[in-house]
């Protein structure tokens, strides 16, 4: 069995996306033990022709013999991922248009596509409204990860099929170490000018944190959840920033790769995260999490599991106070509760995949 994902990359410098990838390829390898698990998304290498030009996806469709046409129709299953929250029109049309053309292509190529567990919406144009109808009428199975994003598909009129939930509670747990005490993660996407909250604000508040959490006696350690590299939303920058601004004997944290940012939610008493897989890769290691939410892809997903310690960063009047209270909170049985109700949302995804074949 050979499965193909579709944006979700191992090797992806935003750990968050290698989450989503290699979930995706253990929920795949739930359903087929054994499969084989390739990866196309934007930069992957080894992939016939790069994905991310619509214009080269047209000659592709309509050119006979195409390179990139021919290597999607080598696969059993295409597992289409999103990168987790992109089936949307947030991040613009192009975006969108784009994903859903190669999912598209796939499916010319004769090989079935199944929307894996992710967020559904919202899509704020016709245009954008008119693609997602098509590309949820043609997958041959879509997957939410939350209630709210079943209900927005069968808006749209294509009721979802299965309503799981993330795909990295499909990942095996590290052994948790509790050698750090407040890992907090804070996010370049939203340190830098950008379309969800005021930048400035979300300065001052994860400072205010630090503050917080180090004037109350815990020992807080600085997280990026980002490979350093040239993107615009590189978390390693704002890490260092804040380090300097707070100064003192703060750690700054720096992973490499999925594992090394695992170990590390898994060696902390709680974690505080502004990127939601930051947040997510904790609570499935077990590890009590307080996200700093700035999209409406973190309460739906995270109240499914029953995890309703979530403060949004667009709407809370006191954010610091609010994450300051629920890091004071015993977190332990709800996380002990989430993990089992996770593992019963991915049983339905994998009998889904399974009945493709």
């Known amino acids: 069995m050979h499965v193909l994902v579709l944006y979700a990359d191992d090797q992806s410098s935003n750990l968050g996306v290698r989450a989503l990838a290699r979930g995706a ?77 190669l999912a598209s292509l796939a499916r010319s190529a004769g090989t079935p596509v199944v929307m894996g567990p992710q967020t559904i919406g919202p899509f704020t144009t016709r245009r954008g409204r008119a693609v997602a109808r098509w590309s949820l009428r043609k997958a041959r199975v879509v997957m939410a990860r939350d209630r709210v994003s079943a209900d927005y598909a069968a808006s749209l009129g294509r009721p979802v099929d299965v309503r799981s939930t993330d ?19 804070v996010s370049g996407l ?14 001052r508040t994860v400072r205010a ?38 100064g003192g004997d703060v750690e700054v944290v720096l992973p490499q790769d999925l594992d090394e940012v695992r170990e590390v939610t898994a060696s902390a008493a709680v974690v505080v995260g502004s990127r939601m897989h930051a947040c997510l890769n904790a609570l499935s290691t077990g590890t009590p999490a307080v996200p700093m939410a ?5 309460d739906p997903l995270l109240r499914d599991l029953g995890w309703e310690h979530t403060v949004d960063l667009r709407a809370a009047s006191t954010p ?29 995804a994998v009998a889904a995949l399974r009945s493709v074949r």
């Open 294 to 298: 700035y999209s409406r892809k973190f």
């Open 190 to 203: 939203l340190w830098q000018p950008n379309p969800h909250v005021e930048a400035a604000s979300y300065r």
């Open 167 to 185: 795909v990295v509670f499909a990942l095996p747990r590290p052994a948790r170490t509790s050698t750090r005490d407040v890992v907090l993660n």
């Open 25 to 101: 390829a253990a929920l795949a390898d739930r359903a087929f033990p054994g499969c084989d698990v390739s990866y196309a998304s934007y930069g992957t290498r080894g992939i016939p022709v790069p994905v991310g030009s619509n214009r080269r996806l047209v000659r592709a469709r309509v050119a006979p013999g195409d390179p990139l046409r021919s290597w999607l129709g080598t696969f059993d299953l295409v597992l289409d991922m999103r990168a987790g929250d992109s089936f949307a029109d947030i991040y613009g049309a192009r975006r969108l248009v784009n994903q859903s053309m």
């Open 320 to 348: 610091v106070e609010d994450v300051l209270a629920l890091v004071k909170t015993d977190l332990t049985s709800d996380v002990a509760a989430l993990l089992d109700t996770a593992e019963g949302l991915l049983a339905p």
């Open 209 to 246: 944190v630090c503050d917080g959490l180090r004037d109350a006696g815990r020992t807080v350690s600085l997280m990026a959840h980002v490979i350093e590299s040239p993107v615009a939303d590189n978390d390693v920058p704002a890490v260092r920033e804040l380090a300097a601004l707070v």
